[in-house]
């Protein structure tokens, strides 16, 4: 019976030249793809405004408690040994739920503790918009889980220097403006706060609030089913009937509620008088929406962006694999540059330097029949 031929070695050297060879060939093609100005990767690998988008924690879920109707309250906590970043009023955090999904909440807890960090969240059922975020906090981050969160960042920062605060606050809203509260009353500034909700039962962190407009009388709560709804106008002093002081001028007004609440302080607001916002959900645009088109210029693609629905979307449906998080122009991950057209920004995080050239795809539309973007 003849012996098998020895071909071992020489089978073993083709394997690696081929090998060798198909190794060198994915490089020089990822070089190639690389460079190529077609290629449909994003435009911008780091974010052009400057705020970090990746500084991420592990931290557990130490304590789930609900502190009012439809309204828990998460403290998450990391290593003890290390000191979590420091943050300030106004500030909140990026939680990436176990789903994927990326929600922002506002840090409602004391600044000077740098062991945990505490936000709140109402649920928000899908008839009031709600997609499923506040649902999964609510269900899913039991104590004892470990999630990513990212940040602190802040776009809702607390001045300082002014002859007065005033705060409007509705429900959840109360979060970021605790902690303001909490900071101007140690600075021992002049401070007043509308407190409104739908009643005082659903209403977190009542007690301290009151607490804290003690006996000087700072505090206004408005629980709707008891009151109705809140006279803005004269809590700011610019009603006809004004029976409280009104705002100094050179006040600084904090407001973070929902859009009516937002509109009835801004069209009261005092002469003088700064207005600061803090939304639950993109400005709506008074024009409504309108259809445009939408050029991919590196990828050679044009895409049609309908009335109801967003350029992310719309881009998603040709670039896949196009990174968003949390589609709602808070996070900064669809910011992409525009080459030509008129943006129809609908964000609070870009820069007036960065609206020139680039937008928020997730939120923001086109003023005109077509824009193009470095894509
Ligand atoms: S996905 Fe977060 S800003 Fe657009």
């Known amino acids: 019976m003849p012996l098998p031929r020895p071909l071992g070695s020489r089978a073993a ?19 190639r793809i690389g460079a190529s100005p077609l290629w449909p990767l994003p435009a911008l690998e780091e974010p052009v405004s400057g705020q970090p988008r990746t500084r991420a924690l592990r931290l557990l879920v130490t304590r789930h408690e609900r502190v009012a109707d439809g309204v828990v309250q998460l403290r998450l906590e990391g290593d003890p040994s290390v000191p979590l970043p420091a943050w300030e009023p106004g500030a909140h955090l990026d939680l990436v739920l176990p789903s994927g999904l990326v929600r922002q909440y506002s840090l409602c807890g004391d600044p000077g503790d740098s062991s945990s960090y505490t936000v709140a969240t109402r649920l928000v059922g899908p008839g009031e918009g709600g997609r499923g975020g506040s649902r999964e906090v609510h269900e899913a981050l039991a ?31 109360i979060t970021p403006v ?39 009388g700072r505090v206004r709560v408005v629980a709707e089913d008891e009151s109705g709804r809140p006279d803005v106008a004269a809590f700011l002093g610019a009603g006809e009937e004004a029976g409280e002081e009104a705002a100094a001028p050179a006040g600084a007004v904090y407001v973070c509620g929902p859009e009516g609440l937002m509109d009835a302080v801004a069209g ?3 002469a003088g008088c700064s207005l600061h916002l803090e939304r639950f959900a993109p400005a709506a645009s008074a024009g409504g929406d309108s259809a445009f088109e939408v050029e991919l210029r590196r990828s050679g693609r044009t895409v049609a962006v309908d009335a109801g629905t967003t350029v992310l979307a719309a881009v998603r449906a040709e670039l896949p694999g196009l990174a968003y998080s949390c589609e709602q122009g808070f996070c900064g991950t669809c910011q992409h540059r525009v080459l030509e057209g008129e943006i129809d920004h609908r964000d609070e995080l870009l820069t007036d330097g960065e609206r020139a050239d680039s937008m928020l795809i997730c939120v923001s539309r086109s003023l005109g029949p077509r824009l193009v973007l470095d894509l």
């Open 13 to 31: 050297r083709a394997a690696l030249v081929v090998a060798g060879t198909a190794l060198l060939t994915r490089r020089a093609l990822r070089r």
């Open 143 to 173: 104590e004892g889980v470990e999630i990513e969160v990212r940040g602190p960042r802040n776009r809702f920062p607390l001045i300082g220097g002014a002859a007065s605060y005033t705060f409007v606050a509705g429900g959840i809203g």
């Open 178 to 216: 605790l902690a303001m509260v909490r900071a101007v009353d140690a600075a021992g500034a002049d401070w007043r706060l509308l407190y409104c909700g739908r009643s005082r039962a659903a209403m977190p962190f009542l007690e301290d609030v009151e607490k804290l407009g003690g006996a000087a």
């Open 268 to 270: 009261a607001l005092p």
